[in-house]
Nanobody
């Protein structure tokens, strides 16, 4: 599975950005998709994930400001980020999980995109 992310950039506090991530390649069993982020000197953390059925899961820090959505026909996940704060500055990584049932049972695999920089200035 290859993940191509786009949409990062520089924005002022209170502004908006929209990230996109398209999955391609062997996407059999494509399951959850979403975003994590990593700020300098910090561990990578969950931002938001969405199931194939459209159920979202958000970190508390972005609830009410970010909206995750998904187009299954395009194998693409979107993250609409509104009300951006300086603490949202980070590299945002697209994440996709697959779940395949083979002869040995269920096999879950996670994939990461290359990361896109989001910088929020005060």
């Amino acid at each position: 599975v290859q993940l191509q992310a786009s949409g990062g950039g520089l924005v002022q506090t209170g502004g908006s950005l929209r990230l996109s991530c398209e999955a391609s390649g062997n996407i059999r069993g494509l399951n959850e998709m979403g975003w994590h982020r990593q700020a300098p000197g910090r561990q990578r953390e969950l931002v938001a994930m969405v199931t194939k059925g459209g159920s979202p899961n958000y970190s508390d820090s972005v609830k009410g400001r970010f909206t995750i959505s998904r187009d299954n026909a395009k194998n693409t996940v979107y993250l609409q980020m509104n009300g951006l704060k300086t603490e949202d500055t980070a590299v945002y990584y697209c994440r996709a999980d697959t779940l395949v049932i083979d002869d040995s049972g269920p096999v879950a695999t996670g994939y990461w995109g290359q990361g896109t920089q989001v910088t929020v200035s005060s």
